[in-house]
């Protein structure tokens, strides 16, 4: 394959797909696109379907219908071939706890077949570039939480993969860790490298991706990139208002304005401009008003709803 | 994905990771084989023998000590195979999620599965090594034939190891498999020519006997260590074959259905 084909295939390229357990439908009639280059989210709430639609991508979990095309191949056949070009970072710590640090990477590159030169030479880079090289000789259970994900993420690059799955990589982390993660993926991103992430925090999807989907009950609810997504769905500010007067909602209903009315609390979503602002700060403000920019949060909780999912 | 496709060299990886695990407390490992026929033989030997004398088997008069280190043998390989295959296996595929790292890289479930028995064979096969050198010493095996064992233990382990993985495949939860190990592995040890010879018993127990891989593994054991045996070591070959094929599938079967959802 020439670089030029190459770079017409779509990384992944997913059309109607379907998987059902039993009479429950988990991904209903899924289709998405991941370009080479790109940095795509997976968001969902709880049970969305997300999980199940990733390891559809590395053949973990075979389709009901439709077809999974990665790196322009086809899941069913071509599943060794795709593995071998794509890493992994699980939701669950996957890392082997028999194993010592440096253990867990080199064992890893044998899975994949490295020569042995070449498996010392990835480990001691991503160990260095991951910060664990004093920990090299560690048992897995002795690492930190922060630690642990990094290894994960080292071991989920030792094939020098052209794809990078990632299934919520910060969860359960303090901020300091998250950081260093985010920093990595970054970095990583910035040298090309393809990658696909599940998150639950809306801040880090917001920060990270190019292009993301909303994914609910199997479906997709929105595409785009998360400032558009934000821009159509949030507005340019947002105005939240605690115990909001029956004036105000009368306000709101009158300028057919874009709201969430939570009873003690009125969510005012901007999409007409600083004017709106001044409007409400002039004559609904005391000191109950809040003004902020619109988040993907916003957008998550207005497409999905606020109802507890389990 | 064709099944054929499924199987591939690779899948020495997942065995050679069990094998680095197992070197790094081998002393540990192999204390518990080098100890154990010296215990039995001890207590069988010292305590057991003046109760029951000479034993008969197969035509011929034997100590009880030289009539069960055979069987010690093949109920090591049956446990070594076994306890790897369920238990072990279990706690990677279930608490370490090893199997799940395993199956985001270019290994397929059948070979990380095969990996697996055939480790679960490794242990027996060294296990009855270390055995085989313990009983040498109390000069209870004929060399060099004794050393048929070893690739009887190979035989025998991947026998035990299939029916093991099977177990894990269907097991919800680590305690179950207690009642594999109480309905299949302790009757197996106790009724299997073991510790008493199968020809006195009523027909009904000779057939029952007849059945279990174990009295087969036993047979081949006794005709590799002293030479005799009162079955028939193709029969007994051809059925642990049997058993080591169809347990084998019934356990990627199970495992399949257990992982890929």
């Given at each position: 394959?020439?670089?030029?084909?190459?770079?017409?295939?779509?990384?992944?390229?997913?059309?109607?797909?379907?998987?059902?357990?039993?009479?429950?439908?988990?991904?209903?009639?899924?289709?998405?696109?991941?370009?080479?280059?790109?940095?795509?989210?997976?968001?969902?709430?709880?049970?969305?379907?997300?999980?199940?639609?990733?390891?559809?991508?590395?053949?973990?979990?075979?389709?009901?219908?439709?077809?999974?095309?990665?790196?322009?191949?086809?899941?069913?056949?071509?599943?060794?071939?795709?593995?071998?070009?794509?890493?992994?970072?699980?939701?669950?710590?996957?890392?082997?706890?028999?194993?010592?640090?440096?253990?867990?990477?080199?064992?890893?590159?044998?899975?994949?077949?490295?020569?042995?030169?070449?498996?010392?030479?990835?480990?001691?880079?991503?160990?260095?570039?991951?910060?664990?090289?004093?920990?090299?000789?560690?048992?897995?259970?002795?690492?930190?939480?922060?630690?642990?994900?990094?290894?994960?993420?080292?071991?989920?690059?030792?094939?020098?993969?052209?794809?990078?799955?990632?299934?919520?990589?910060?969860?359960?982390?303090?901020?300091?860790?998250?950081?260093?993660?985010?920093?990595?993926?970054?970095?990583?991103?910035?040298?090309?490298?393809?990658?696909?992430?599940?998150?639950?925090?809306?801040?880090?999807?917001?920060?990270?991706?190019?292009?993301?989907?909303?994914?609910?009950?199997?479906?997709?609810?929105?595409?785009?990139?998360?400032?558009?997504?934000?821009?159509?769905?949030?507005?340019?500010?947002?105005?939240?208002?605690?115990?909001?007067?029956?004036?105000?909602?009368?306000?709101?209903?009158?300028?057919?304005?874009?709201?969430?009315?939570?009873?003690?609390?009125?969510?005012?979503?901007?999409?007409?401009?600083?004017?709106?602002?001044?409007?409400?700060?002039?004559?609904?403000?005391?000191?109950?008003?809040?003004?902020?920019?619109?988040?993907?949060?916003?957008?998550?909780?207005?497409?999905?709803?606020?109802?507890?999912?389990? | 994905?064709?099944?054929?496709?499924?199987?591939?060299?690779?899948?020495?990886?997942?065995?050679?990771?069990?094998?680095?695990?197992?070197?790094?407390?081998?002393?540990?490992?192999?204390l518990v084989p080098l100890l154990e026929p010296l215990f039995y033989l001890l207590a069988f030997g010292i305590g057991f023998?003046?109760?029951?004398?000479?034993?008969?088997?197969?035509?011929?008069?034997?100590?009880?000590v030289?009539?069960i280190a055979?069987?010690l043998l093949?109920t090591a390989?049956?446990f070594?195979?076994?306890?790897?295959?369920?238990?072990?296996?279990?706690?990677?595929?279930?608490?370490?999620?090893?199997?799940?790292?395993?199956?985001?890289?270019?290994?397929?479930?059948?070979?990380?599965?095969?990996?697996?028995?055939?480790?679960?064979?490794?242990?027996?096969?060294?296990a009855?090594?270390l055995m085989?050198?313990v009983i040498?010493l109390f000069?209870?095996?004929?060399?060099?034939?004794?050393?048929?064992?070893?690739?009887?233990?190979?035989?025998?382990?991947?026998?035990?190891?299939?029916?093991?993985?099977?177990?894990?495949?269907?097991?919800?939860?680590?305690?179950?498999?207690?009642?594999?190990?109480?309905?299949?592995?302790?009757?197996?040890?106790?009724?299997?020519?073991?510790?008493?010879?199968?020809?006195?018993?009523?027909?009904?127990?000779?057939?029952?006997?007849?059945?279990?891989?174990?009295?087969?593994?036993?047979?081949?054991?006794?005709?590799?260590?002293?030479?005799?045996?009162?079955?028939?070591?193709?029969?007994?070959?051809?059925?642990?074959?049997?058993?080591?094929?169809?347990?084998?599938?019934?356990?990627?079967?199970?495992?399949?259905?257990?992982?890929?959802?």
């Amino acid at each position: 394959m020439t670089d030029h084909t190459r770079s017409m295939t779509p990384i992944i390229e997913a059309r109607n797909l379907h998987k059902r357990f039993g009479t429950f439908t988990a991904v209903d009639d899924l289709s998405f696109r991941v370009e080479k280059g790109e940095f795509f989210g997976v968001l969902g709430p709880n049970g969305a379907g997300k999980t199940t639609a990733i390891r559809m991508i590395y053949g973990f979990s075979p389709l009901t219908s439709g077809s999974m095309r990665v790196f322009g191949l086809n899941i069913e056949q071509g599943w060794r071939e795709i593995r071998s070009r794509l890493g992994v970072c699980q939701q669950e710590n996957t890392l082997d706890p028999d194993l010592t640090v440096e253990q867990n990477l080199l064992l890893f590159a044998g899975y994949f077949s490295l020569p042995k030169v070449i498996a010392g030479q990835r480990s001691r880079e991503l160990l260095e570039y991951f910060a664990l090289e004093h920990k090299k000789q560690a048992k897995v259970e002795h690492l930190s939480g922060g630690m642990a994900r990094r290894l994960m993420l080292a071991r989920a690059l030792i094939n020098d993969p052209e794809l990078v799955i990632l299934d919520e990589p910060t969860t359960g982390l303090d901020p300091q860790s998250r950081h260093q993660v985010w920093d990595k993926l970054k970095e990583l991103r910035s040298r090309g490298l393809t990658m696909l992430l599940t998150t639950h925090y809306m801040e880090e999807a917001a920060w990270l991706c190019d292009r993301l989907i909303i994914v609910d009950h199997g479906k997709i609810l929105v595409e785009g990139t998360p400032r558009a997504l934000i821009r159509e769905h949030a507005g340019d500010s947002v105005v939240e208002v605690e115990t909001p007067s029956e004036a105000l909602r009368e306000f709101t209903r009158s300028r057919n304005l874009q709201h969430d009315d939570l009873g003690n609390r009125l969510i005012i979503y901007n999409t007409l401009g600083p004017d709106l602002e001044h409007q409400l700060r002039g004559a609904f403000c005391d000191q109950t008003c809040t003004f902020r920019q619109g988040s993907l949060e916003d957008v998550f909780l207005r497409l999905t709803g606020r109802g507890l999912r389990e | 994905m064709s099944r054929a496709g499924r199987y591939s060299p690779r899948l020495l990886r997942v065995w050679r990771r069990n094998l680095v695990v197992y070197r790094r407390i081998w002393k540990v490992n192999f204390l518990v084989p080098l100890l154990e026929p010296l215990f039995y033989l001890l207590a069988f030997g010292i305590g057991f023998s003046r109760l029951v004398g000479d034993v008969m088997y197969a035509g011929q008069e034997l100590t009880y000590v030289a009539f069960i280190a055979p069987a010690l043998l093949a109920t090591a390989i049956m446990f070594n195979a076994f306890y790897e295959t369920t238990f072990a296996s279990f706690v990677r595929m279930y608490y370490q999620k090893t199997f799940d790292a395993m199956l985001s890289t270019p290994l397929s479930l059948e070979e990380v599965i095969t990996a697996e028995i055939l480790w679960g064979a490794t242990k027996s096969v060294l296990a009855a090594g270390l055995m085989l050198l313990v009983i040498a010493l109390f000069g209870l095996v004929r060399l060099p034939e004794g050393l048929w064992v070893l690739p009887l233990a190979f035989l025998g382990g991947m026998a035990f190891g299939a029916v093991g993985m099977y177990f894990t495949g269907i097991t919800p939860t680590i305690d179950m498999f207690n009642l594999p190990i109480f309905l299949f592995v302790t009757p197996l040890f106790l009724f299997s020519g073991t510790f008493f010879p199968v020809a006195g018993l009523p027909v009904w127990a000779q057939i029952v006997a007849w059945a279990s891989p174990l009295y087969h593994l036993v047979e081949l054991s006794r005709w590799a260590v002293m030479g005799r045996m009162e079955s028939s070591a193709l029969v007994s070959l051809g059925y642990l074959l049997l058993f080591s094929g169809v347990f084998f599938g019934l356990a990627v079967r199970a495992m399949r259905r257990r992982l890929i959802k």
